[in-house]
């Protein structure tokens, strides 16, 4: 029998053409099945078509003792799974070997998000100091951009484009994206670049081009904002835990809610994986659920 080498076009034509993915998510299936390859090379399988149920076994024993989650584990499995699938289709191994694996029980988690009310409670408590014109800057592009912590941190003034309205931000992959700025988050960019920024330099030449600085005149760190964040959430009288992670999840709901498409919310949110902004459609389908419990005579 043929041996089938990990780079073979025709398993990323059967992403394409069969299960009729988006070019992102083949990306993601191509990736994890190259994860897989090289753990089979090290076991001493020199292609994956001689790989047998026990190797599947032990490579998601693997990512168990490498500390992956039950979801990521779950979705590189679904990679293997169609991988072999159409190996078998196309005669390339007699059994499919991913039959009956066993994956880790996934507990799905309730998505930590802010009602509209509480963005605007939050949004409206930074005053007219300095600290608080750079806070109301982080707080408006995080909650319009849902920008990661570590993205906001990264910006630098030059990824700001205030006249067309948008941030270019690099993300977890190195994928460039750019993502629109709404009239609040771009006045108070404009005001904090202009007047904030420039007083936190205290006269001094910036070291570098970052957009968000601290009291010394230096890049903020990420547990810098997450003390910002959780020090406006407790004045607003938020009593559970909120992070920047919520007002990446707010922005995403929120956008749901109002009818954007899921396509649309994985690039703006960065998201190599579909299956990780699906999550928020979730949400929105339960509110559904409630308002039509609450309103229909017959629920």
Not at 271 to 283: G, I, N, R, S, W
Request: aromatic residues 8%; hydrophobic residues 40%.
């Amino acid at each position: 029998m043929k041996k089938i080498t990990p780079k073979s076009e025709g398993f990323k034509e059967y992403l394409s053409t069969t299960k009729k993915l988006a070019p992102t998510s083949v990306e993601a299936y191509t990736r994890d099945t190259d994860e897989f390859f090289a753990f089979l090379s090290g076991r001493g399988v020199l292609a994956p078509n001689d790989a047998v149920r026990a190797d599947i076994a032990a490579y998601l024993l693997h990512l168990k003792r490498d500390g992956r989650s039950a979801a990521t584990v779950s979705r590189k499995m679904a990679s293997i799974r169609a991988f072999y699938r159409y190996m078998f289709l196309e005669g390339h191994c007699k059994e499919n070997p991913a039959v009956e694996i066993k994956l880790p029980r996934i507990v799905k988690k309730d998505i930590e998000y802010l009602s509209l009310d509480e963005v605007e409670a939050l949004l409206g408590l930074p005053d007219d100091s300095v600290k608080g014109i750079r806070d109301r800057a982080i707080l408006e592009l995080m909650y319009a951009t849902g920008l990661r912590v570590s993205e906001a941190v990264e910006a630098d003034t030059e990824h700001v484009n205030l006249r067309m309205g948008f941030i270019t931000c690099t993300g977890e992959h190195g994928k460039a994206r750019i993502i629109p700025l709404g009239r609040p988050a771009r006045a108070a960019l404009e005001n904090y670049i202009f007047e904030g920024r420039t007083k936190l330099l205290r006269g001094k030449p910036a070291k570098d081009k970052a957009l968000f600085l601290n009291y010394s005149g230096e890049r903020m760190t990420r547990q810098g904002m997450w003390r910002l964040i959780r020090e406006y959430a407790m004045a607003t009288g938020i009593e559970r835990k909120i992070t920047p992670q919520t007002l990446r999840n707010s922005f995403a709901v929120h956008m749901v809610q109002n009818g954007a498409d899921l396509k649309s919310l994985q690039e703006l949110l960065g998201h190599e994986d579909p299956t990780a902004t699906q999550v928020y459609l979730c949400v929105s389908k339960n509110r559904i659920k409630d308002v039509y419990d609450y309103a229909h005579p017959r629920a």
